[in-house]
């Protein structure tokens, strides 16, 4: 009889420039390892695909084989479905969820690499007896709905979301992790979803063999989910909560108005329950649905779903406006600078400039100089020098990321940012101690910027790495990934590059190239009056060049517009 400590990889295992430190989870697909990565010198969580009633260790117990040929079609099944789904999440960049930076095919398996997400879990977080308070919740709420419309648009669903699938991470931003969608896809195939799913979270058609995922699916467990920090209590399994109703008996799992001395707004319960509703077709279908309840004081246009009150309202009930319940003054400030922080989290998602980018950039010009009133400045203009206090941000939690994603592939070390002879006992006292290597390691990062026409003694000027630094830029610029996520961003390249050449034209061009783009997305949230998205890619801008003219104008527009 095989052990499951036998499937398990030893640490000290070798994958590529990865490097095994310990297990965390083992499930019956797949099973999750801490590593050390020695090419970026950072820590990463690692899933290796291992149906353990399919698999084998072979080839010394590194290699993976079905282990009979019986298994052969339900593995190779599994490891496609694990592949596609993996490959689709490093297509995926977004500040609230945890990157998947490579996906690795090797031994006859599959691993797929993420970022070792700092952070608490809500189900930690919301154990009695704390509580957390509407707004609170709003912000995990628009944050994570952020994040699955970024999914869903990928033709993706999550399939797992629970309160220990979202994390709080240092900054207090919630992380999506965790992606259930293929080994779901492998478990139905093997008749075995009901080991799989969390009771409660998982919706009832997930349940259904010819279960086919969609966003609302995804929607109820959310909803289960936030039940869950409202109340302190697992949500009721939906089988009896279809049971209850179909007998004419109240729904077991109705959201109390007030708990733990706090009150929520009638939109608030609302939304909740409407994603709550146990039928597919009767839940929101789309984030926009939710968010455009949550702004409103009224329902859904009429002709299309509306979500009933936790009091099971009639059609004629539903149809009123609903009040809105105030906060109060010390509330309302901290959710606005909340919502301000969240509601710009769709731009860094968006596909890169094409032809209607290049179409818009023309319409929106005679907009922005009526704004700013500069006329002869166009929106890309040429570069000027710049310090690096310049183009200096509050990033002080911001980790070294790797120059381009194809450096992380299965080959040994680089010499420019892996010395060869680091003792392996320094790798085990960063991983013991929570620390990030970039304080024990000699590497160039905008954390360590230096002063203006001051040097590092022994820094050579590395031709090859200003290269790499700028192509990683220029892919993340593609991408519309500007200032975020922290770990992948333009400004984070042309930083990088800065530090070892002060004045490359290239990463000046290239900050001025971030900051039009900005003011291009400013002018079209102002016309649009969507002022507070104005506000955060304003905020964004500055960052970058906190002294541009043109910046400084439209600040002084935007704020003569709240008053």
């Known amino acids: ?102 996906v690795l095919q090797l031994n006859g398996t599959a691993y ?3 970022v070792h997400p700092e952070g608490a879990s809500l189900s930690k977080v919301a154990q009695p007896p704390a509580s957390l308070g509407e707004t609170e919740l709003r912000f995990i709420l628009t944050s994570i709905l952020s994040a699955l419309q970024r999914v869903h648009e990928a033709k993706l669903i999550h399939g797992g979301i629970q309160p220990a699938a979202i994390l709080l991470g240092k900054n207090g931003e919630p992380l999506l992790t965790d992606f259930a969608a293929a080994r779901l896809a492998m478990a139905g195939r093997m008749l075995q979803l009901d080991t799989e799913l969390a009771m409660g979270y998982a919706p009832a058609e997930q349940y259904e063999q010819r279960y086919e995922p969609g966003p609302a699916s995804d929607f109820y467990a959310l909803g289960a989910t936030l039940y869950y920090c409202m ?115 769709w731009f860094g998602e968006k596909t890169a400039e094409s032809l209607e980018d290049q179409q818009e950039r023309v319409a929106t010009q005679s907009a922005l100089e009526q704004d700013t009133g500069i006329s002869d400045q166009p929106l890309v203009t040429p570069a000027t020098p710049a310090t690096p206090e310049d183009t200096s941000i509050a990033m002080a939690n911001t980790e070294p990321s790797q120059p381009t994603a194809e450096l992380m592939v299965d080959s040994a070390p680089s010499p420019a940012s892996s010395p060869a002879n680091q003792p392996a006992a320094e790798e085990d006292a960063v991983m013991a101690t929570d620390q990030e290597s970039s304080k024990e390691q000699p590497v160039i990062t905008p954390e360590t910027s230096l002063p203006q026409h001051q040097t590092a003694p022994d820094k050579t000027f590395d031709e090859g790495l200003i290269e790499s630094h700028l192509a990683a830029a220029e892919k993340a610029m593609r991408a519309v990934r500007f200032t975020t996520p922290q770990r992948d961003n333009a400004f984070k390249y042309y930083q990088m590059v800065l530090e070892i050449d002060p004045d490359n034209t290239e990463a000046h061009a290239g900050l001025q190239r971030i900051v039009d783009r900005y003011i291009q997305f400013i002018t079209k949230a102002r016309l649009d009056g969507r002022l507070d998205e104005a506000k955060l890619y304003l905020q964004r801008a500055e960052s970058v060049l906190p002294d541009d003219a043109r910046l400084l104008k439209i600040r002084t527009k935007l704020m003569g517009a709240d008053e």
């Not at 079609?73 to 930076?101: C, M, R, S, W």
């Not at 939906?238 to 007030?258: F, V, Y």
């Open 112 to 114: 797929l690499v993420r």
């Open 231 to 345: 109340t302190h209590h697992q949500p009721v399994a939906p089988h009896d909560r279809i049971i209850a109703i179909s007998k004419g008996e109240p729904d077991p799992m109705i959201l109390p108005a007030e708990s733990a001395g706090t009150a929520y707004s009638a939109e608030w319960l609302k939304a909740i329950d409407w994603m709550l509703r146990p039928n597919y077709s009767d839940r929101p279908q789309s984030t926009d649905e939710i968010l455009s309840l949550l702004k409103s004081s009224s329902q859904p246009e009429e002709g299309k779903s509306t979500p009933s009150s936790s009091q099971q309202k009639t059609t004629s009930d539903e149809k009123k406006s609903v009040p809105v319940t105030g906060f109060s003054v010390g509330v309302g400030v901290m959710f606005g600078i909340i919502a301000l922080i969240s509601v710009g989290l």
């Open 1 to 102: 009889m095989t052990h499951l400590h036998d499937q398990i990889l030893p640490t000290g295992t070798q994958l590529g420039v990865y490097e095994i430190k310990g297990v965390l989870k083992v499930g019956a697909f797949d099973i999750t390892y801490h590593a050390w990565n020695h090419h970026l010198k950072e820590r990463v969580d690692i899933q290796e695909f291992f149906p353990h009633e399919l698999a084998v260790r072979t080839n010394g117990g590194l290699g993976v084989e079905p282990k009979s040929p019986n298994d052969k079609e339900n593995f190779e099944y599994g490891l496609k479905t694990f592949v596609d789904h993996a490959e689709l999440l490093t297509q995926i960049e977004h500040p609230n969820i945890v990157a998947v930076e490579n």
